[in-house]
């Protein structure tokens, strides 16, 4: 399917893809919406790199690196956001 709706881009669960300026000048924040659960342990633990600098799961920030089990605790059993902060 594909991942532009009119002019919105969406990822594979259907939810809302958005980049926009992070908090310092040369940052910028890459949001995934309506991510389940089991995907979002997943993506939230394994993309990492030193260009990410932060990953936040419904408005937690998680400890960098982020493991499995901190993604687990902050990942829910309902669709999910994730941030990942980005220079």
């Known amino acids: 399917s ?3 709706s009119g002019t919105a881009i969406t990822d594979t ?3 809302a ?5 992070g908090a310092a000048p040369t940052f910028f924040d890459l949001t995934y919406t309506r991510v389940p659960q089991s995907a979002c342990v997943r993506l939230a633990s394994s993309i ?5 600098q932060g990953v936040a799961v419904n408005g937690t920030a998680l400890p960098n690196p982020v493991t499995v ?3 687990a605790g902050a990942c829910a059993t309902k669709p ?5 902060t980005s220079k």
């Open 80 to 84: 999910n956001t994730i941030i990942w």
């Open 48 to 52: 990492q790199g030193q260009s990410i």
């Open 13 to 15: 669960f259907g939810g």
């Open 69 to 71: 089990a901190s993604a």
């Open 2 to 4: 594909s991942m532009v």
């Open 17 to 21: 893809v958005t980049v926009a300026p």
